[in-house]
């Protein structure tokens, strides 16, 4: 069986996402991406208008990886171990990815347009909202109720996973997220219902 080759649009974002890995802190140039595939930046404007717009392409990616994911992870299992899923995803793919998790930190948005800081902040917002859904459910499914409201709760479990993303590439990625977080869970998991 021949392996598909990736289009040149995928390659373009492939080299992307290495160079975001490859540079942490570094800002990423037209210019040096067009070295990275191999092609003039002219190239690289005929499958993309912008790098604006290559950005986006990365953010549409981890939001189909992830969310298609959670999709799967909400149709059986428990509510606490729906929660735990979605948070253990959330870290492995940031671990898998690193280049693109420097998006999700907003680390390689700095100067960029404020629509592709505010798509992050949509992703982060989404990813929240179907936390606090399944902590909701969790009461007519299994009778079982959040200690603190579901938003409150969903709040805090978020701010935890982001702040290990964040740990993860402030540390040029040596520190990793899933480090230590079956201990972390098993911290969380008693706050969460009464």
Do not use: C
Not at 24 to 37: F, K, N, Q, S, W
Not at 153 to 182: C, H, M, Y
């Amino acid at each position: 069986m021949t392996e598909k080759k990736p289009s040149r649009k995928e390659q373009i974002l492939q080299s992307l996402a290495h160079m975001l890995e490859a540079a942490p802190g570094g800002r990423i140039t037209t210019a040096g991406l067009a070295r990275e595939v191999g092609v003039s930046e002219a190239a690289l404007y005929r499958h993309f208008p912008s790098k604006a717009k290559m950005f986006e392409g990365l953010i549409s990616f981890i939001e189909d990886a992830i969310f298609s994911r959670i999709n799967r992870i909400t149709e059986e299992g428990s509510a606490a171990a729906q929660v735990e899923q979605i948070l253990t995803l959330m870290l492995a793919f940031t671990e898998r990815n690193p280049g693109i998790t420097r998006l999700l930190t907003g680390d390689a948005l700095t100067g960029e347009n404020e629509r592709l800081h505010q798509r992050i902040q949509q992703f982060y917002d989404r990813v929240e909202n179907q936390v606090k859904q399944v902590l909701r459910d969790a009461e007519f499914k299994e009778g079982l109720r959040t200690i603190s409201t579901p938003t409150i709760t969903a709040n805090l479990l978020l701010a935890v996973v982001e702040g290990r993303i964040a740990q993860f590439v402030r540390s040029g990625f040596k520190q990793k997220p899933s480090q230590d977080w079956p201990a972390q869970w098993e911290l969380l998991a008693p706050t969460l219902f009464r």
